[in-house]
């Protein structure tokens, strides 16, 4: 009886911190877990930052739940184009990361995202964009710098998008 109980204990404290891994909603790796894992970046490994473009606006027009619903099939989106060269995070409310191992093409795996996306809204009734930036961790780097990099290059892309959508 005590062994059974033993593995009983054992088995729901391994399965209670692996769940801990996992963004609840999404299924991807959460925020705790990507805090974690980027302070171990190495030399040649690339962080992407994701964020979807003005998802307030799908909240408001389309209630929470439907925003819930686009969240998960955007987070089984990045990591159907990432997920084989890297691992995927959801680490803020519409945004995602992803730490790319050092022999990622990144330029064909956001452009395979980016299709992917829009392959994604000719399914939903609503218009969702996602906009990235990335950036490779090099020598003399600390991870915040590169966090950094990548945080501001997806703002950049994310105010280039905003001002060709004016244009047209």
């Known amino acids: 009886r005590i062994s059974a109980t033993l593995c009983l204990c054992l088995y729901y404290t391994y399965n209670t911190s692996l769940t801990d891994l996992f963004d609840k909603l999404t299924g991807i790796l959460n925020q705790s877990t990507y805090l974690k894992r980027i302070e171990e970046l ?3 490994q690339t962080v992407v930052i994701l964020d979807i473009d003005d998802f307030k606006i799908t909240n408001d027009n389309f209630g929470h739940q439907y925003g819930d619903n686009c969240l998960k099939v955007i987070a089984k989106t990045i990591k159907s184009a990432f997920g084989k060269h890297g691992q995927c995070y959801r680490i803020g409310g519409d945004e ?22 829009a392959d994604t809204q000719k399914k939903f009734d609503c218009p969702v964009s996602v906009s990235s930036g990335y950036c490779k961790y ?5 991870y915040e ?7 501001s290059n997806m703002y950049n892309a ?10 047209k």
């Open 138 to 142: 090099e020598h003399n780097d600390s």
């Open 42 to 44: 190495k030399v040649g």
């Open 158 to 167: 994310k105010k280039q998008r905003k001002a060709l959508n004016s244009i």
């Open 96 to 117: 995602f990361a992803v730490i790319l191992k050092n022999n990622a093409k990144i330029d064909s795996l956001i452009a395979q995202c980016e299709k992917n996306i």
């Open 145 to 151: 710098t590169v966090v950094q990099r990548a945080d």
